[in-house]
């Protein structure tokens, strides 16, 4: 029995979702258009990188085949392909448990674009339960613009920020030292029990430090309170076959911790793949690896960074020969994506493409010996 390596590239989609037009996304190419963009120059940026985008790995792994951009004598390294999800949202819940085997077949509550986006029944149950003076925010919108707008008088008046986007989710921000970290946990823990009636698929922890909008930051002690999966998936009948899974980034989290067997985590896209290749000396065989590479997503998706997302994927690209070389005979691992977040789109939502549930699969399997 082997090992199963499985990697998540957060948000790497690659165009033509059929039912895009539905999610106001066609046309929408998180990978198309960072590579269009390098092509031309606008990936270029002083100190970080410059010129075509560069992913030699990835391609050898069929990358431009699973697109549809290679040529038709293009032979990949791997087995590759492509599919278009069923799932009825563009989030992360939904992207992940498609992928574990479990498509979202029902509508989440989201949260209207008004000001304010709460209802105040829900804030004040909220505000009750936990001895919150109030809160700021109360809309749709970027984190670290968020963040920037309402941080000091966060800090000043001890009320956390809430805000929405157009995923189903309440993202709660507070500052680690003024609020305090535990305290932002139990709040968002508060907050997640009272959301689910309104069926919210997950409440956001998002802890800063900083003084003023100049030097707030987020930062890694992120924490997702996601309802459980409605079915088992494929963490769950792994767990019960004996087996384990081991979770490195938000995958605990993403899954409520269901089926998941320990967890692994680091600050930003290398700390996470030191955290995989630490892990995998460690799983046995028969033993799943799950990760979830979030920078592409927050960093760069969302912030509508193409220069930054490229150097994103080509420092992952990178290091990808260290993973290959860790491959035992008889291992698998998978290279995907949950949905795209296609930087050179309009607004700073997720993008719907036809690999919002696998954006590429990329499988290689070490020669015996």
Known sequence: ???????????????????????????????GHILAACARGAGDRADLREGPLHLPNL????LLTAAGLAGSDAVAGGLTGSAAEISHGKDTPSGHWEIAGVPVLFDW???????PAFPISLIEAIRDDTCIPGILGDRHGSGTDIIAEFGE??????RPIFYTSSDSVLQIAAHETHFGLQRLYDLCEAARRHVDALNIGRVIARPFTGEDATSFRRTANRRDYSVPPPEATLLDRAVEAGRRVLAIGKIGDIFAHRGVSGVRKGDGNMALFDAMMATLPDAEDGDLVFANFVDFDMLYGHRRDVPGYAAALEAFDRR???????????????ITADHGCDPTWAGTDHTREGEDRHAFAGVVSPRPG
């Open 1 to 31: 029995m082997s090992r199963a390596i499985l990697i998540v590239l957060d948000s790497f989609g690659i165009g033509r979702a059929p039912d895009a037009s539905i999610f106001g996304d066609e046309g929408a190419d998180t990978f």
């Open 320 to 334: 990808l020969p260290e993973l290959i070389e860790a491959l035992r005979p008889g291992d698998l691992a998978i």
């Open 109 to 115: 509550g989201y949260f209207p674009r008004t000001i």
């Open 153 to 158: 008088a966060s800090i000043a008046t001890g």
């Open 59 to 62: 391609e050898r792994l069929g």
